[in-house]
Every structure is written in C-alpha cells, then in structure tokens.
T-cell receptor, first 107, second 113 residues
Framework: GQQLNQSPQSMFIQEGEDVSMNCTSS?????WLWYKQDPGEGPVLLIA?????ELTSNGRLTAQFGITRKDSFLNISASIPSDVGIYFC???????FGAGTRLTVKP | EPEVTQTPSHQVTQMGQEVILRCVPI?????FYWYRQILGQKVEFLVS????????KSEIFDDQFSVERPDGSNFTLKIRSTKLEDSAMYFC???????????FGNGTRLTVT
C-alpha cells in the first residue's frame, strides 16, 4: 500500500501560536483528508480536499492539496487548548492513515 | 447527525478465545472498514468491505480475522484465537462511496490477558 509520511511527529506549542504540519507521499492521490483524534475517541474528519491546488478552510484550520497531488499541509491559526490531539492525514487510495502529528498546546 | 456505533466499548478476553466486535455503520453508507490502533501508535488499516465482500485487506488482516455483515445493519470483526498483541482499540468506519470521508465509531478497546 501507499506510504503517507507525516511531519512533524509531535509539536509542543504555546496557546495562541500558529501550527503547520504536512503529509507527503510518493504516490499521486485524488483526495486528501485530514482527521483529528481526541484522546479515547475515534478520528473525526476536519477537512477534505479533492482538487490539486485546492485551499480549504474550516474555522481556524486551513488545508491545501499540493499541485503535484503528492502532498498536503494543514495549518491551525491561533491555537487553543482544545486543539490538543493527534492529527492524521489519509488518502483516497486505500484509506491508509499517516502516523499522525501529536499536538500539545500549553496554556 | 447519524453516527457509527460500536459495541462493546471495552472487551476483556483471555488469550486463545474468540471475540466478535460489533459495529452499526451509518445507514446509507456502502463501504465499511475496520482499523486498529495499538496504544500510543498510529491508526492501522485492517480491511475494507463492500457489496458483501472484502475489497481490500492489509497484511495485519491474517487468517485469524474475519468480517461479516450478518444482516442489513451490523458489520462485525471476528478474531478467532486472540493473542496478547491483539490488545488495541478497534475502530469501525463507514463511507458513502469509496474515497469519500470516513465516519468513525468511538472504538472498542480490546484487552487480551
């Protein structure tokens, strides 16, 4: 199956800071999906991207589908404590997930 | 909003026993999935299911695993002879069509002793 490489593995930031994480692959995809997992719960969809170059926002979250269709990034602006969790990217190929970026926000 | 529901939320079993994890996907969804997450690790794809058959499975999904849609609403994962390393959260998910966003349940925590 396709490998999705997420970075960074973890981030420790101060409340109010902006965050950026990304996902890359050697394969081309038609869809990039970003999920967040809160402790003890299942992943929840944040943003879905369907077109190369597409930039989509959902509140303080912004995600972009890379032009090459092999990467995507997720930005969180003005982080708050409830942004804490693990952020996963996933693709349309076989719905495998990246290893995740664990975000910690210090108040 | 419709949800994927999973039961039980926590299952404790002895090594070598069979377990069945149950899921009720969202009613108009056609694709169903099982994922596993060992504590502190990534969400790992196990299997996808469409039209009453497995459409894809990972290398983790070996002969001890099986899936079934026994009726119009339930989707089950059976582990035939559990091992200690099967201890994990098991998530069920469903989607309307292949490649569309997945909706996850809250998982079943399986503890094998």
């Amino acid at each position: 199956g396709q490998q999705l490489n997420q970075s960074p593995q973890s981030m420790f930031i101060q409340e109010g800071e902006d965050v950026s994480m990304n996902c890359t692959s050697s394969s081309i995809f038609n869809t990039w999906l970003w999920y967040k997992q809160d402790p003890g719960e299942g992943p929840v969809l944040l943003i879905a991207l369907y077109k190369a170059g597409e930039l989509t926002s959902n509140g303080r979250l912004t995600a972009q589908f890379g032009i090459t269709r092999k990467d995507s990034f997720l930005n969180i602006s003005a982080s708050i404590p409830s942004d804490v969790g693990i952020y996963f990217c996933a693709s349309d190929g076989d719905m495998r997930f990246g290893a995740g970026t664990r975000l910690t926000v210090k108040p | 909003e419709p949800e994927v529901t999973q039961t039980p939320s926590h299952q404790v079993t002895q090594m070598g026993q069979e377990v069945i994890l149950r899921c009720v996907p969202i009613s108009n969804h056609l694709y169903f999935y099982w994922y596993r997450q060992i504590l502190g690790q990534k969400v790992e794809f196990l299997v996808s299911f469409y039209n009453n058959e497995i459409s894809e499975k990972s290398e983790i999904f070996d002969d001890q695993f099986s899936v079934e849609r026994p009726d119009g609403s339930n989707f089950t994962l059976k582990i035939r002879s559990t091992k200690l390393e099967d201890s994990a959260m098991y998530f069920c998910a469903s989607s309307v069509i292949q490649g569309s966003p997945l909706h996850f349940g809250n998982g079943t925590r399986l503890t094998v002793t």
